[in-house]
């Protein structure tokens, strides 16, 4: 295996919370009324120093849609999913953009998510955009 080329980001940072690799900026933030199994999830226009897993259909709150666990570089830690395709018409704007858990990354200002009582186990993929 090659060396391990990891992009620093400039500015307001999500960081993956195992290893404080870089993740995101706040500014690609697209929405943050996403839910996971362990609670609140981010919509991102970008994420950066992740690697994909395998396409699966997921039948998902919002629709059948076809994506991808993304996994830190910096750990291996799953921190999300990759939109690939919506199969429904009014869920296309969620494609080719990515998911953070936040229960898996600190926020812009180190703040990490706790499991809340609100954080249902289940399905992912909920929300309320």
């Known amino acids: ?7 620093t980001l400039e500015g307001k940072i999500y960081r993956c919370k195992h ?14 009324s996403f839910h996971c199994r362990h609670g609140k999830a981010y919509l991102f226009n970008k994420v ?4 994909l897993g395998e396409r699966e259909d997921r039948m998902m709150m919002t629709g059948l849609h076809t994506v991808a666990d ?14 690939e395709t919506a199969h429904e018409k009014h869920q296309k704007y969620k494609e080719g953009k990515s998911v953070l858990e936040r ?8 703040s ?6 609100e954080a249902h186990v289940g399905g992912s993929d909920a929300d309320d955009v």
């Open 70 to 83: 993304i996994f830190c570089v910096g750990c291996g830690s799953i921190v999300g999913w990759k939109y």
């Open 19 to 32: 290893c404080r690799t870089h993740l995101a900026l706040s500014e690609d933030v697209v929405s943050k």
């Open 112 to 117: 990490y998510y706790w499991v809340g009582h």
């Open 48 to 51: 950066v120093n992740v690697t």
């Open 103 to 110: 229960f898996k990354i600190s926020g812009p200002d180190g």
């Open 1 to 7: 295996m090659g060396r391990l080329f990891v992009v």
